[in-house]
């Protein structure tokens, strides 16, 4: 299987402080490595603040990488240009209120890439922009309407068909869902899916909600604090979490019963700032099983396939295999 996507100990820093103080260096992204095969799904979760939407960003082009390598197709980001990029990788954004420019109608919106690119003309444009907006659903007669007509799922399928109009071969979307009504989201999320199968769809898919990941990833990445502390398959990581705050995420997912209290997650601290980040293990300060050598020494990936940063994981594989003795 070839690979769509690689990163190769990215970093990206932010120099903060006010007008009167020294500046800081904030690391938002600290040795970025990741791969995500062609064709496949990767769930990105975490808390908020740990670096999710700025690793889109580099991947977008938005932002430049401080340091390290990001590959599409084999090719190093840096020798496309910017409409060749573009073309390579194209976003869903949260907000469908936010994202579309309420001065153009639908089919003026959908059909800007390719204007903008210089592909077709108005008729082959027309042509296409309404066998997409079929494609992900949207009636007929909306295709003329403005962005003020249309509901938020009606808009977020306008944001998928501009998207996909260029035929992208990866896809990000950053919480494509958290703005919509819950009986809207599912027809989203199942839109995305089967895009995804008919097209051959590379999908980062960066979102709070695990069920959501759960649904539609093949591969998980949890990230805190700019740090990649667990990956691998959805169903394993699911069923048998090994890095400790992996294992908290899931614990906080509120159960869907009358009733239910808020879970015990056992953190000891806050989140720490990124600016002075802890020794060591990021989440030592926080982490039940921290000890010595956690405040010390930052721990290397262990395991293949489902790969973690931990000294004390939870359920590692030589742990289980110590319990099976």
């Known amino acids: 299987m070839t690979d769509?996507?690689?990163m190769?100990?990215?970093?990206?820093?932010?120099a903060v402080g006010g007008p009167f103080s020294r500046k800081k260096t904030l690391r938002a992204l600290r040795g970025i490595d990741l791969t995500v095969a062609k064709g496949t799904t990767l769930g990105l979760v975490g808390e908020s603040g740990c670096g999710k939407s700025t690793l889109a960003k580099v991947l977008l082009g938005v932002e430049p990488a401080t340091s390290g390598e990001v590959l599409v197709g084999g090719k190093s980001v840096d020798e496309y240009g910017r409409l060749e990029?573009?073309?390579l990788v194209q976003p869903v954004f949260q907000d469908p209120y936010s994202?579309?420019?309420?001065?153009?109608?639908v089919s003026s919106i959908?059909?800007?890439?390719?204007?903008?690119?210089g592909i077709g003309n108005g008729a082959s444009r027309r042509r296409r922009v309404d066998e997409l907006a079929a494609e992900v659903g949207l009636p007929r007669h909306l295709v003329d309407a403005y962005p003020s007509q249309l509901s938020g799922g009606q808009r977020q399928r306008v944001a998928i068909a501009r998207a996909l109009i260029?035929?992208?071969e990866i896809l990000i979307c950053d919480e494509p869902t958290s703005a919509l009504d819950v009986s809207v989201q599912s027809q989203i999320l199942n839109l995305l899916h089967r895009l995804k199968a008919e097209l051959n769809l590379t999908m980062i898919l960066i979102s709070h909600n695990l069920a959501v990941v759960h649904h539609l990833a093949d591969d998980v990445a949890v990230m805190y604090l700019g740090q990649i502390v667990e990956r691998g398959p959805a169903d394993a990581i699911f069923a048998r979490a090994h890095h400790p705050y992996t294992s908290v995420l899931l614990k906080a997912v509120l159960p869907p019963r009358p009733g239910s209290r808020l879970p015990d997650l056992a953190l000891e601290a806050e989140f720490p700032s990124p600016v002075n980040p802890p020794s060591g293990c990021a989440f030592h300060p926080r982490c039940a099983n921290a000890t010595d050598i956690?405040?010390?020494?930052?721990?290397?990936?262990?395991?293949?396939?489902?790969t973690y940063r931990c000294h004390n994981p939870d359920h590692a594989p030589a742990k289980?295999?110590?319990a099976a003795d």
């Open 8 to 14: 190769k100990g990215v970093t990206r820093d932010y």
């Open 294 to 306: 956690c405040t010390r020494i930052s721990p290397e990936r262990s395991g293949t396939g489902h």
């Open 85 to 87: 990029r573009a073309q």
């Open 110 to 117: 959908i059909a800007a890439p390719l204007e903008v690119r």
């Open 166 to 168: 260029g035929e992208p």
């Open 99 to 105: 994202s579309l420019n309420p001065r153009q109608t």
């Open 4 to 6: 769509a996507l690689v």
């Open 320 to 322: 289980a295999a110590e």
